[in-house]
């Protein structure tokens, strides 16, 4: 798989565009907050800035995340109105839903059916937060025999999800009662929301309290110290505020599961992309054996790198699995 089978160049380029656009429209008067690590609680040290945000790295877990940061309403405002987002779900995603159907959400669905199977039950509900065009809750309602829930806060998105026939609850989790809920167990899943978040932690929080003993969280998010991130770095197109604010690791995302009460089952790092990746920003690349490495790598050289990388904990795409005790 390439990057360009699922991020089309024109169309994620235009959608970039949109988003630094968009960051100034909605947040150049915003007052903002210095904030410190999400996971240490330590100020953190400047790392560098894009598009109007300020990045700051954890000198403890390596956590990057956006300092000072505007108040959780600016970001409402611009989930729900903003070009960018519209962008993302009425373009983007419509250009690209067939190639991202069998690409990742069918073979992400088969994954979390039998990851849910093996530690809850195949007839376990799945709770979709963050469900934005329905790819992944049309895929695991195939294979499951539990009821299926969206959480999705963005109109457009959430009335795609209606239409076809998926139940909504069209709210931010941290707005969502037990009642919205399924009264079974469940299995929580969440899909690039992560590196969205205002508040890190109190969103896990909130997710901890809707949950019942044994319920599951499975999700996959960013992590900052994944290979492509770490060589592009500022000129990584992930670094994209004001939508992607929060890089975690797996040692870092350990730290803040356990902190807020959770169970950590297992942590991976299973990306396929990150060698395509650096290799299409290349001239961005200034480690000199990455480089050359990318210059002169062939096809079979390039896939066994990315089979090491994400096999030992250093892709950039992460999945998580976690449960309430």
């Known amino acids: 798989m390439k990057e360009s089978d699922i991020r089309p ?3 994620f380029d235009e959608y970039l565009r949109l988003c630094e656009k968009d960051a100034r429209t909605y947040f150049a008067a915003v007052p903002r907050t210095p904030v410190s ?3 240490c609680d330590t100020p953190g040290t400047p790392a560098f800035t894009k598009s109007g945000f300020s990045y700051d790295v954890c000198a403890r877990c390596d956590s990057l995340y956006v300092s000072p940061r505007p108040a959780a309403d600016a970001f ?4 729900t109105t903003a070009p960018s987002s519209k962008y993302w779900a009425t373009t983007f995603y419509r250009e690209t839903a067939a190639a991202r159907r069998e690409l990742l959400w069918r073979p992400k669905a088969e994954l979390v059916a039998d990851k849910v199977a093996t530690l809850c039950s195949r007839d376990c509900a799945i709770v979709d937060v963050g469900g934005g065009y329905g790819l992944f809750a049309e895929e695991i309602r195939g294979l499951t025999s539990g009821e299926v829930v969206v959480i999705e806060p963005a109109p457009h998105l959430a009335e795609i ?3 076809k026939a998926l139940r909504v609850v069209e709210k931010f989790l941290e707005h ?6 399924p009264k079974r167990p469940s299995a929580f899943v969440s899909f690039e929301l992560f590196e969205h978040l205002h508040d890190p932690r109190r969103f896990l929080q909130r997710m901890h309290q809707l949950m019942a003993g044994g319920d599951l969280f499975i999700f996959t998010t960013l992590s900052g110290t994944g290979l492509d991130i770490q060589l592009l770095w500022e000129r990584s197109k992930s670094v994209c505020p004001p939508h992607h604010l929060n890089f975690l690791n797996p040692r870092s995302m350990a730290t803040l599961l356990v902190r807020v009460g959770f169970e950590v089952i297992e942590i991976t790092t299973p990306g396929k992309l990150d060698i395509d990746i650096a290799a299409t920003g290349a001239e961005l690349v200034t480690d000199r054996f990455w480089r050359t490495f990318l210059r002169y790598a062939d096809e079979s050289a390039r896939a066994e790198w990315q089979q090491i990388i994400a096999s030992t904990g250093w892709s950039s795409h992460m999945m998580i699995t976690c449960r309430k005790p």
């Open 37 to 39: 690590c999400p996971v």
């Open 176 to 181: 969502v009662e037990p009642a919205d809920l």
């Open 161 to 163: 999800c209606r239409s």
């Open 76 to 79: 409402e405002a611009y989930y």
């Open 9 to 11: 160049a024109a169309l």
